[in-house]
């Protein structure tokens, strides 16, 4: 009960907050409007060119189905990430050796450059589909193992001893002790995986795949269209966006409530 | 488990019975020689100067270390804990840091929250105050929370790692009161960690000494007198005695050692 009356509440002052980040983004495109008055539309189209691309290519029958398909695929690449990351970022931090022999792994695959994986996925799996999701999963795993592993290499010794001299059962310890201290780890790799997932699904679609935004940006590309290829990355990053601040946020805020507010 | 390493074979033991427990932390030996038995129901203070090895008794007892050597039966089942600091979960409301023991046993949500509330309200916190979380409340409402999250599981063994010692006089006393009142209530032993004398004889049925280097158990006090009819006049003349103890003034390092001259009648020497 207390909850729902907090909603309504909590969901203004979130809509509130926003007012910081539009002016932000405006004072973005001001700074865009102004390199395209000098540069010229061939090279930088503006915003106002970009954006009404954007809507034609939106109200045709061709931007959309390649956005959900390269959203699928962020999607389902990411969501695979955040699940096998997590889990066994978690359980590599509950021990000594097992962090000890991950983190140069870690490191390892965070160096290797998503592009390389592209050129393995393209070997193994051929064109489409399961090379770019396979790019992605590559790509964010370790980003979100890595968030986990830290989290739980932290949490408060003191407090994992009142879990053992409470005895508290294994499924407690989990979810009562170290997830409520691994998410506040877990959400800003989760946040930087997103980014990672379009960016990688982009850059493997350009190169592998025949559908999706990457190889519509590769045919724009082509015939030299720039405000459609502004076009294509405006629309990514408005879902990227669009996933953080409606979805990953509200769920960090709800969750994190815990937490001191300045 | 490892709470019951080496137990004797036999009967398991009511109570606790430690016999020459050793401890060392690397090639540093902690605690030597240890020998102590806690009963159902005794209240037995352990103070001793810092660094004396008390805590890491008292972790032994609660089973988060395994003592390098010797045996530690512990018939305990249900224990409740309070720490120096009061350690609550800082992403659980207080109702539900005060449940964590009672959901560790497997109780019901809603019995376990029933209980907890009526725990809270005896410890003097108001609905609101139950409803927040552990950053929104003052050292002495995190300490009360702390008090109840040990106090609600009914423990047949209460271990106090010094958690009064940050507290002010007035709360320190409202505190004791009402550790007493359920103490006596459950009939729970309790193993109390202190440097503070008064404390030590306000609250205890016996109280052990320690002395560091490594550390062991010098010597033991009885007190006589029922807790029920210690007037503040009878404690503060009997921690004043005990400070007259050798062992006493040498452990806390103060001026030489006097002779023990003559024990009170209420604190009789082993």
């Known amino acids: 009960m207390r909850s729902l009356s907090r909603a309504p509440a909590a969901v203004l002052a979130y809509l509130w907050s926003g007012w910081g980040a539009i002016a932000s983004l405006c004072l973005f495109a001001a700074l865009w409007q102004a390199g395209a008055q000098v540069y010229g539309p061939l090279v930088l189209p503006g915003p106002g060119d970009t954006f009404?691309?954007?809507?034609?290519?939106?109200?045709?029958?061709?931007?959309?189905?390649?956005?959900?398909?390269?959203?699928?695929?962020?999607?389902?690449?990411?969501?695979?990430?955040?699940?096998?990351?997590?889990?066994l970022g978690l359980v590599a931090g509950l021990s000594l050796t097992a962090s000890?022999?991950?983190?140069?792994?870690?490191?390892?695959?965070?160096?290797?450059?998503?592009?390389?994986?592209?050129?393995l996925a393209m070997l193994w799996f051929g064109m489409g589909d399961a090379?770019?999701?396979?790019?992605v999963v590559v790509a964010c795993t370790p980003i979100v193992f890595a968030g986990a592993l830290q989290g739980t290499r932290t949490l408060d010794h003191q407090l994992k001893d009142l879990g053992r001299v409470y005895r508290l059962?294994?499924?407690?310890?989990?979810?009562?002790?170290?997830?409520?201290?691994?998410?506040?780890?877990?959400?800003?790799?989760?946040?930087?995986?997103?980014?990672?997932?379009?960016?990688?699904?982009?850059?493997?679609?350009?190169?592998?795949?025949?559908?999706?935004?990457?190889?519509?940006?590769?045919?724009?590309?082509?015939?030299?269209d720039t405000a459609a290829s502004m076009g294509w990355i405006v629309a990514v990053l408005g879902l990227l966006l669009a996933v953080e601040y409606l979805l990953l946020e509200p769920f960090r805020r709800e969750v994190e409530r815990w937490r001191v507010t300045a | 488990m490892n709470h019951l390493?080496?137990?004797?074979?036999?009967?398991?033991?009511?109570?606790?019975?430690?016999?020459?427990?050793?401890?060392?932390?690397?090639?540093?030996?902690?605690?030597?020689?240890?020998?102590?038995?806690?009963?159902?129901?005794?209240?037995?203070?352990?103070?001793?100067?810092?660094?004396?090895?008390?805590?890491?008794?008292?972790?032994?007892v609660a089973g988060l270390l395994v003592p390098s050597e010797g045996t530690l039966a512990n018939g305990f089942r249900r224990i409740g804990c309070m720490f120096q600091q009061p350690r609550l979960l800082p992403w659980k409301s207080t109702l539900d840091n005060i449940a964590l023991g009672l959901k560790a046993r497997g109780e019901a949500r809603a019995d376990r929250r029933e209980r907890a509330a009526a725990m809270a309200r005896w410890l003097g916190l108001t609905d609101e105050d139950m409803a927040k979380f552990p950053h929104a409340l003052s050292g002495g409402m995190q300490s009360r929370v702390a008090l109840g999250r040990a106090l609600v599981v009914?423990?047949?063994?209460?271990?106090?790692?010094?958690?009064?010692?940050?507290?002010?006089?007035?709360?320190?006393?409202?505190?004791?009161?009402l550790l007493r009142a359920r103490v006596a209530e459950v009939g729970s032993a309790v193993l109390m960690i202190t440097h503070d004398l008064m404390e030590a004889v306000r609250l205890a049925d016996r109280i052990l000494m320690m002395a560091?280097?490594?550390?062991?158990?010098?010597?033991?006090?009885?007190?006589?007198?029922?807790?029920?009819?210690?007037?503040?006049?009878?404690?503060?003349?009997?921690?004043?005695?005990?400070?007259?103890?050798?062992?006493?003034?040498?452990?806390?390092?103060?001026?030489?050692?006097?002779?023990?001259?003559g024990w009170p009648a209420a604190a009789g020497g082993r």
């Open chain 1, 131 to 135: 090379s770019v999701v396979f790019t």
């Open chain 2, 154 to 177: 009914a423990p047949d063994l209460l271990l106090l790692d010094e958690p009064f010692s940050a507290l002010d006089v007035g709360l320190k006393a409202e505190l004791y009161g």
């Open chain 1, 52 to 87: 009404a691309t954007l809507s034609g290519m939106l109200a045709g029958s061709t931007a959309i189905p390649e956005l959900l398909v390269s959203a699928r695929r962020a999607m389902v690449g990411l969501a695979l990430a955040v699940a096998v990351g997590s889990v």
């Open chain 1, 169 to 224: 059962p294994w499924h407690m310890t989990l979810l009562d002790l170290y997830v409520p201290h691994v998410v506040s780890y877990l959400f800003p790799a989760w946040i930087t995986a997103l980014g990672t997932s379009w960016k990688v699904v982009v850059m493997a679609e350009l190169l592998t795949a025949p559908d999706g935004v990457g190889a519509a940006l590769a045919v724009s590309r082509s015939h030299l």
């Open chain 2, 5 to 60: 390493h080496a137990v004797e074979a036999g009967a398991p033991t009511a109570g606790l019975r430690i016999r020459g427990l050793s401890h060392r932390y690397g090639l540093t030996e902690v605690l030597a020689g240890i020998d102590l038995d806690l009963a159902p129901g005794e209240t037995l203070a352990l103070i001793g100067p810092s660094g004396c090895g008390k805590s890491t008794l008292l972790h032994l």
């Open chain 2, 212 to 261: 560091p280097g490594p550390g062991r158990l010098v010597r033991s006090f009885t007190l006589s007198q029922p807790q029920a009819v210690r007037s503040e006049a009878w404690i503060y003349r009997t921690a004043g005695e005990l400070m007259e103890a050798e062992e006493v003034r040498l452990g806390f390092g103060l001026a030489d050692a006097r002779p023990a001259n």
């Open chain 1, 100 to 119: 000890m022999v991950s983190r140069p792994l870690v490191t390892l695959f965070l160096g290797m450059p998503p592009i390389a994986w592209v050129v």
